[in-house]
């Protein structure tokens, strides 16, 4: 379940294939012509220091996680493995450098074989770890500082992306004052939270959109008793649940901001000091109204026992009619139009219970890092990797239809993959930008494909339903619209905590984290809502508290 978002992000880019691909034959000519091309010299020769070749060629080894749809990526892309495709040439070309991969591996067996070679120091020449692992790989000495190299080889470029996200990914990254790794910053932007309506069942039933919590309230019953499909049955549920709580979508966090309650965030209390989100008493308040929608029949009463898999299946069949979830959400419902071609789903800013304005809760989202052996002579050769990756697909240089999508998400073959955490909301911005000036000769690369997704399906209506996706969420009223409003309006409430993992974090988070979760579940489910103060005296005991101690001390140096 973990790994749902990534592989929901994976399957979005793949749905773009099924409406701009050709016939098998014709496509397999066209991908072996594009390699053949790709095999010549790269002409292009920088003179920045973090993009200069090495002379002769050097090799730097890794290890890497394979997705389950990668091979489907790589049958895609006829003359192309692994080992050997447009990037790992674009890489020596340019750099020198000479990719290699010491072994692969996929899901469990990925992270069982990297966790032995964390433990055992036995890690290739760059090793992406999460942040536990960096901590035990820079206490038993196996890895190198990279304080000077990054300042010495970082492009202005990947100096500017990086830093989107703040310092935070930097004081993961930084251990007893040295940066140990290169962090892979993510978006904590893209996982804002949206609520996602059935409008054709708010039509049915001449109900408008939600504006407060009692607006949804009033549609989570309606769509529950009042028939909205119209067939006559009593099968439809006001809200989708996950049995996964936290799940990017289907999840709780949006309708607990709603109540003020934030329980996956640190946040700052009154005083001034950081506290846990998730023992705060407004979490009790909104377990409290679900636990009542759950008894009134608007939840699937068996939605504990679903993945997000098998709510989708219920989406598609028509059985919901609103969800929380992030902008990808579109995705995740247009299958619901085959069923029915007048499913119709529109995001909607989450509602508050209450006369604030609601905080929509970012959690911190870097949570891996590129870290080099002690052993290794070229440790600013990672820097360089990423400088050439963002110059290739975000720079002055960029060829994105060679380099990040041709449709296929060929950004996959390289070994790192940084991008411009705010590049989709700045996508967005470029599209509205160009319909409102009748001018779309200035959209990048990526935003010029989705633009001409969502104007395709315009023209051509519902036999190119991908879309639709795009357009509920890129369009004029789509999710990022929203997502605009969120920033403008102050709206966004980022974790507080960014630093590296603490010591009691390392030894009990991940129990407290389960503690978290089965308590919040079983209470939905219908246990005393007087669990929950069980539950916030047994995380305090149980290493909460030593926790809360450890984060302060971290925020009282970094204010």
């Given at each position: 379940?973990?790994n ?57 080894s ?69 942040a ?14 990279l ?10 470029l ?29 978006s ?71 109540f ?8 700052e ?10 023992i ?108 050439l ?28 993959t ?5 590049k ?29 997704l ?6 051509e ?38 630093g590296?993992?603490?010591t ?18 079983n ?37």
């Amino acid at each position: 379940m973990h790994n749902w978002k990534r592989f929901v992000l994976v399957l979005m880019t793949l749905l773009m294939i099924s409406n701009i691909t050709a016939c098998k034959n014709n496509k397999e000519k066209e991908n072996n012509g594009e390699m053949n091309a790709l095999t010549k010299n790269h002409k292009q020769v920088y003179s920045e220091l973090g993009l200069m070749k090495y002379n002769p060629p050097i090799e730097v080894s890794f290890v890497r996680e394979l997705s389950n749809d990668f091979d489907s990526l790589i049958a895609s892309l006829p003359g192309e493995s692994l080992s050997d495709n447009r990037w790992s040439q674009l890489y020596e070309q340019v750099l020198g450098i000479r990719i290699s991969y010491d072994w692969t591996a996929k899901g469990d067996v990925y992270r069982q074989k990297l966790d032995f070679a964390v433990s055992s120091g036995k890690i290739p020449d760059v090793v992406k770890v999460n942040a536990e692992q960096l901590r035990v790989l820079s206490n038993a000495g196996f890895i190198q500082d990279l304080s000077d190299v990054y300042e010495d080889y970082a492009t202005p470029l990947t100096k500017n992306t990086l830093s989107q996200e703040g310092i935070g990914p930097f004081e993961t990254a930084t251990i007893d004052g040295k940066l140990m790794a290169i962090p892979v910053t993510s978006s904590s932007i893209e996982n804002a939270t949206y609520l996602w309506v059935r409008t054709d069942w708010l039509d049915n039933l001449e109900l408008d959109p939600p504006k407060t919590m009692n607006d949804l309230r009033e549609i989570s019953r309606a769509f529950t008793n009042q028939d909205p499909d119209k067939n006559g049955l009593d099968d439809t549920y006001g809200l989708a649940l996950t049995n996964y709580l936290w799940d990017p979508i289907l999840d709780v966090k949006g309708f607990m901001a709603g109540f003020e309650a934030f329980p996956k965030l640190w946040i700052e209390d009154s005083s001034g000091n950081l506290v846990f989100g998730g023992i705060q008493p407004e979490v009790k308040e909104a377990l409290q109204i679900l636990q009542d929608m759950y008894k009134k029949g608007e939840i699937d009463n068996e939605f504990s026992l679903k993945n997000g898999s098998k709510v989708q299946e219920q989406v598609i069949e028509g059985k919901v009619g609103m969800l929380y979830g992030e902008q990808w959400g579109s995705f995740f419902v247009q299958d619901s139009r085959i069923k029915n071609a007048n499913a119709d789903w529109q995001a909607f800013p989450i509602v508050s219970a209450s006369d604030k304005q609601v905080k929509v809760p970012l959690e911190f989202s870097t949570g891996e890092f590129f870290a080099v052996s002690k052993n290794f002579q070229y440790p600013e050769s990672i820097v360089k990797l990423f400088n050439l990756h963002l110059e290739k697909n975000w720079g002055k240089t960029a060829d994105y239809e060679t380099y990040y999508s041709n449709p296929y998400p060929v950004w996959q073959l390289s070994p790192v993959t940084p991008f411009p955490p705010m590049k989709n909301l700045e996508a967005y911005r470029q599209i509205v930008d160009a319909c409102m000036q009748g001018d779309t000769s200035r959209l990048n690369n990526e935003a010029k494909n989705i633009y001409e997704l969502i104007e395709k399906y315009i023209r051509e209506g519902s036999d190119k339903e991908v879309g639709w996706g795009w357009a509920r969420s890129y369009g004029e009223n789509g999710a990022f619209s929203i997502l605009d409003q969120y920033e403008s309006n102050g709206q966004l409430l980022y974790d507080k905590f960014t630093g590296a993992p603490t010591t009691t974090m390392i030894e009990r988070e991940s129990f407290l984290n389960d503690l978290q979760h089965e308590t919040y579940l079983n209470i939905i489910l219908g246990d005393s809502i007087d669990k929950f103060d069980v539950f916030v005296d047994m995380w305090n005991k149980l290493g909460g508290e030593q926790m809360t101690r450890e984060v302060n001390e971290w925020y009282i140096q970094n204010k």
